[in-house]
C-alpha cells in the first residue's frame, strides 16, 4: 500500500507465537483486562467477549487468531479478526500487556494483515477494507496503525448510565407503540426480529450478520436472557428491537448488544421505549448500570438518543481503516 512502513515480525528471543483455544480465555481475560486498565482506567471485557471473539462466525481459532508468549510461556499478546457477516469489511484487534507486551504489538499487526489479505481472497473482496480501534492514548499502537498503512474515520463511545433510582416497572410507551418481550420459541419472530436489526443497520455503517450466522451466534453463546430481549410493535408489526447480551453479567452490567428502529418509525420514541423496558429489567435483577457500545458519526444520530435516556460516554475510541488486496493462499 502506498505510505505502508515495513512491519517486523520478529519477536524477542525466547518469545513464541501459538494460535488460541478455549483453554485460554482466562489468561486472554487477564491480559484484555491489563489493557483496559491501562487505557481506560478499568476493566472493560469480559470471558464471554472472549470466547465470542474466539468461536463467531468467519474467525477459525486455528487459521485466524495468534497469541504471543514471553520468554516464561506467559500470554502477553493477542490478536484476531472479526467480520461475522462475511461482508467487504474487517475489524483487526490487537491486546499487548502493557508495557512489557509491547514488542509483540508489532509482530502480531503484520500477521493480521497479511491474514487479512488472505481472508479477502477466502470471502471473495478485492480490495478488502481493515479497521482497528484504539483508545486515543494508545500512541505506541496509533504509531504502529499509521505505519501500516491506517488512516483515521471517526470515533466510537463506549456508554455508560448507572441504574440507581431506576424502576423495574417502566414508564408506558408512546402512544400505538406496544414493547414486550420477544418470543425466543417462535422461529417466525426470530426471523422478524433479525430482519428489522439487519434492515435498520443497512442506514448505518454498522454490519449485521445474516440470519442463519447471527442464529448461530446466539445459540452458541454460554446463555442468553430473552427476557432481556424486546420488540416494539405499531398495528401489531415490528418495527422495532433490542438485543441484550448476557457478557455484563459478570460485571453486574445490562449490556445492550443491538437497538435498532425502522426508518419509517425513527424519531418518535420507539427507540427510547425500548431502552427503558430494558433498563427496568435490568435494574429489576439488581444491576447497577447499563451500557452499550455507539458510532459517533451513526447517520441515524444514535448517541443522540443515549444522552437523550442518560446515558453518557465511559469513554471514546479511535477508529482507523487500511485496504488490502486480495492473496490467494
Sequence with gaps: MPGMTAVTTALPEGWTLR????????????????????????????????????????????????????????????????NADGGPRDFADIYVWPERGLPAMRPLLALMMDRMSERAAELGHDPYEVRAGAIPTEQPYIDALTDAGFVFLKQHARMQMSLAGVSPTPPAPPPGV?????????ETEMRRFHEVIATAFRDSDHQAPGYDDWRKQVDNATSNSFD?????????????????????????????????????????????????????????????????????????????????????????????????AAKAV
Design 19 to 82: 494460535r488460541p483455544t478455549l483453554d485460554d480465555v482466562t489468561e486472554i481475560l487477564a491480559l484484555a483486562h491489563a489493557s483496559d486498565v491501562a487505557s481506560v482506567g478499568a476493566p472493560d471485557y469480559t470471558a464471554e467477549e472472549v470466547r465470542e471473539a474466539l468461536t463467531e462466525p468467519n474467525t477459525d481459532m486455528t487459521r485466524d487468531s495468534w497469541v504471543a508468549l514471553d520468554g516464561d510461556g506467559a500470554i502477553v499478546g493477542w490478536a484476531y479478526p472479526h
Design 178 to 186: 406496544t414493547v414486550r418481550t420477544v418470543r425466543s420459541d417462535d
Design 228 to 324: 432481556e430481549w424486546f420488540v416494539a410493535e405499531v398495528d401489531g408489526e415490528v418495527v422495532g428491537a433490542l438485543q441484550s447480551s448476557d457478557s455484563g453479567a459478570e460485571d453486574n452490567e445490562g449490556w445492550v448488544t443491538r437497538l435498532a428502529t425502522l426508518r419509517a418509525y425513527r424519531k418518535k420514541g420507539v427507540g427510547a421505549a425500548l431502552l427503558r423496558q430494558a433498563f427496568a429489567v435490568y435494574a429489576g435483577k439488581g444491576r447497577i448500570h447499563a451500557g452499550l457500545g455507539v458510532d459517533l458519526a451513526n447517520p441515524t444520530e444514535a448517541a443522540r438518543l443515549y444522552y437523550a435516556v442518560g446515558m453518557t460516554p465511559l469513554y471514546r475510541a479511535n477508529v482507523y481503516r487500511t485496504y488490502v
